[in-house]
């Protein structure tokens, strides 16, 4: 299992660095000049051909007419600067963000935060809501109840994220004021103390969940009671009853052990998927996220940031694909994952 | 011949009665037997969510494929006076209470307002202006008052009583009611000189006209020239308001630009071919100016961007002139009626019984909205009625938007689908009847594709390299990005049901037939999974759409103006849009989860008439 795991380990390291620089290549072909940015301000009280020289010396400076490899290598921090230093991602410095003019580290801390937050809690949610729902309709399958989920989950999942998101403003925030309708925290709140900070977000947020939540609930419980249906049709189930086991243990012992295998693949797959996901939630909500920064980032040409932020998304989904081939021998020990 | 005709025609007829199974049975006194590809149409068929899908579906493409044709698409198209209109079709619709007694009509931006010969006012159209400001709202005094007369501009109404009094309501908020303090004086105490003849208002601005000559203006300085040359006061005998300028004609039968922009105003250039010519009539659009002589010959200057100045053959000399919007109408001597200029709005359709009757009392004629009272005291009308789904906040129509976004999103979710089906059976074939390495390879790249998170990465793409191009490129981007990044399912897919395939005996036999092994994927296993892979287009083609549309929902789809379900939705999670303009995205929602809903259920009822064990799930 260790080899395995370390086996996997180097294979997501090569694998990032290749999305790292197919990345960084892409934000290449964009023109943008530093250096002509950094000069810009003294550019008026220069002659021209001052300007010109202390351009190029600039541009030799900043290391902008080295070749791309080189350039890739250094905003890795795997190679020098011009100046000697060496400090790139891999000693923590994601670079400059030119839109909140702070580092990218500072910035991004915690909108990832409030994101992950975010995404764990409609995670729980929903998880809590289908898994259920779903071996409580492979059960029954075929009675009126199952009929009604099984159209209201392909409407969940037929249906945008944004759309329900508008619909359930509209239920929630305009038709009954339940909810604030964007936005983080109160606006011109002052706190007393961390805890009123923390219920007030939590106020505030609880929609974006919801939405989040119902908008997954259709994949999910399709994907829980279809998995469930076909452990129920095995013969070690017929086999169980026999013996005069209780339904109960029947279903939870026997069958549902057996459906949850493809189940955690899907459950990792889909936290994965909303990460992706939360961008048009955060947008729609104006949620002080990730994906919210990452819209922004993009929108003003910031890519340093950008770029941080979907190093971040790469890593979530490299380390999460690991995850499900390691959960996969945790939770069936038929399948021999060092093989 | 006829008569085997005839003996089909009593099989067909014996069928239709009672069934095909009865017939079948009768002849052969055994169980049918079907052919698998029946089995599976009959398992299609048979369910009732894909009869609701496939109608549902069909009833949406045919919408949208053969829609445009009818509302075509305008990209330029806007039109401040048209923003936000709720659905509704009743901004001409006259109350009946007026019916036979009307005295007096003014038409307005989207309402209009009309005197009874009681002298009550009415009001009709859409007459919210704002969410507290409703034109409806006549106030008290204007209704107690004894009305003579009226005008209705942009978003205000002026009128005046039989004592002189002017009345303002509406939006008055931009200075509309604010009378100069001449105006004041005089309808304190009215004396010979304050005879109004002539009562305007246009957009936050009004004119009033006495018998002596005398102009008053008033209204929003800002946006309207509202300055008066003293060298023409005491000499004017009409005036005519365009959207923020105006002009006279003179009591010497001239017309003058009176105004303060003067020169350099292309309404100060009046038509040279006027000179020594007595004006009788003059009206304006909202940008032009038009004159007719006391021969009947009509002049149009101005900006003319709809066609004003293209002037029709009358059949006889013009006799009144009315102007609109973006078009005129004139009354001709001998009675017709004719229209010119932008017929966008079906303003230009002079209705049969109008055209050529003698028996018009008078023509009234507003934004887009033409009235004409009969002599018998009914109203004819034709123009804009209003719009079936309301328009946006730019004032386009919906209804128009919505067929050809939803064009857009199909194209573009349909050519995605099919590039990634391409990727995914090729790359798929090669991976599951080549294996080894050239599989290891093929499953890591799809691995890593489909493990990212999609919309971010969709994203970046649409910006990167969108960013120099242009809007038509960009669906086409749009169309690849999609295509290069959901290939991944079909290829595991293809990949999957080739393993399964290339162990069967036929593929034994192709093979010690000697075919090439690039055939014999392709056209030997290929055709076997077939069935399986249009499930899964189907449902990709689901998921594109709404890929597409979540993209433009971000603003990193295909860009501003050119409609998508997704863009039409950008901008309206905010309070104000969900709440007052509902329609601006409840209609686009409700059309597009619909469609996306239709095309799952028939996916899902075609792989479960494909795979036969999925259905007992």
Known sequence: MGK????????????????????????????????????????????????????????????????????????????AKPNGEVSGMVEGNFGYSNLYKRNVVEVIKTPMANTIFINIFSTIASL??????????????????DSVTQVVTMLGYSIPVYIIALIFMFLFCVLWRVFPIMGMKTPGMEYQNGWQEFVDMLYHIAL?????????????????????????????????????????????????????????????????GIFGGSVIIEN?????????????????????????IQMFYSVVSLVGSLLIDISYGLVDPRVRVDK | MAKKKGFFLTRWLKRGVLGSDQEVRDIMQEEQVQTPFRTMAKNFFGKVTVRIGLCGFILVFLFVLIGPYFWVLDLSEQDSTLINLPPSQSMMSVPKELNGKIADIAAGRTYGVGLDTDGKLHTWGYTRIT????????????????????????????????????????????????????????????????????????????????????????????????????????????VALTSNEYFCLLKDGTVAYTGYKDKGSAFAAIPEGLQGKTVADIASTSSTMAAVTSEGEVFVWGNAKNGEKTLPEFAAPVKKLYGGRFHYTALLENGDVVCWGSNKYHQCDVPANVAHNANIRAIYTGNFQNYAVMADGTVQTWGLKGFVLGTDGLGRDLLTRIVNGGRVTMTVGAISVIIAT?????????????????????????????????????????????????????????????????????????????????????????????IKEGV??????????????????????????????????????????????????????NSIVIQQYWWQWVFPAAIFGVCTICINMIGDGLRDAVDPKSAER
């Open chain 2, 422 to 514: 391409i990727i995914g059976v090729v790359l798929g074939g090669v991976a599951g009847y080549f294996g080894g390495k050239a599989d290891l390879l093929i499953m890591r790249i799809a691995e890593v594709v489909g493990g990212l998170p999609f919309i971010p990465f969709a994203m970046i793409l649409s910006a990167v390299i969108g960013s120099r191009l242009d809007p038509t490129q960009k669906m086409y981007l749009i169309m690849v990005v999609l295509g290069v990044l959901s290939w991944t399912g079909t290829c595991r897919l293809v990949r999957a049901q080739i393993l399964a395939q290339r162990e069967m005996e036929y593929v034994t036999a192709a093979k010690a037939m000697g």
């Open chain 2, 131 to 238: 969410e507290k400001i409703n034109m409806a709202d006549i106030p008290e005094e204007v209704q107690k008052a004894d009305i003579v007369m009226f005008a209705a501009g942009e978003d205000h109404a002026v009128a005046m009583d039989a004592d002189k009094q002017l009345y303002v309501w509406g939006n008055t908020r931009l200075q509309q009611g604010n009378f100069s303090s001449d105006m004041k004086k005089k309808m304190k105490s009215p004396d010979e000189t304050w005879d109004i003849i002539q009562l305007e208002a246009s957009n936050q601005f009004s004119a009033a006209l006495s018998s002596d000559g005398t102009l008053y203006l008033w209204g929003n300085p800002n946006v309207a020239d509202i300055k008066m040359r003293s060298q023409y006061q005491g000499n004017i005998a009409k």
């Open chain 1, 208 to 272: 974006p969940v919801i939405v989040m939540t119902f908008s997954s609930l259709g994949g999910m419980t399709r994907y829980v009671r279809s998995s469930m249906i076909d452990a129920l049709s095995m013969d070690y189930i017929r086999t169980a009853r026999a013996k005069g086991l209780k339904e109960k243990v029947v279903i939870y012992s026997h069958a549902w052990r057996n459906a949850l295998l493809p189940v955690i693949t899907s459950i990792l797959g889909w936290f994965l």
């Open chain 2, 520 to 573: 014999i994927v392709f056209r030997h296993i290929l055709p076997n999974v077939i069935s399986l892979l249009l499930v899964s287009m189907t449902l990709d083609f689901a998921t594109c759409m709404l890929t597409e549309s979540s993209l433009s929902y971000l603003g990193f789809g295909i860009p501003l103006p050119t409609p998508t379900w997704g863009n039409l939705l950008t901008g309206a999670n």
């Open chain 1, 4 to 79: 395995y795991i370390l086996k996997r380990c180097g294979y997501i390291v090569v694998v990032f660095l290749i999305l790292s620089f197919l990345m960084y290549s892409l934000y290449n072909l964009i023109p943008t000049d530093p250096a002509r940015q950094e000069l810009e301000p003294q550019r008026k009280a220069l002659k021209a051909d001052e300007y010109q020289v202390l351009y190029q010396q600039l541009r030799k400076q900043m290391g902008l007419d080295d070749p791309l490899p080189v350039r890739y290598l250094r905003w890795m921090g795997l190679w």
């Open chain 1, 284 to 308: 729609t909500f104006s949620l002080n996220g990730m994906g919210k920064l990452y819209w922004q980032g993009l929108n003003n040409l910031d890519f340093e940031l950008v770029l941080a």
């Open chain 1, 128 to 145: 809590g809501i289908t898994i259920p729902l779903g071996i409580y309709c492979a059960v029954h399958k075929g009675k009126r109840f």
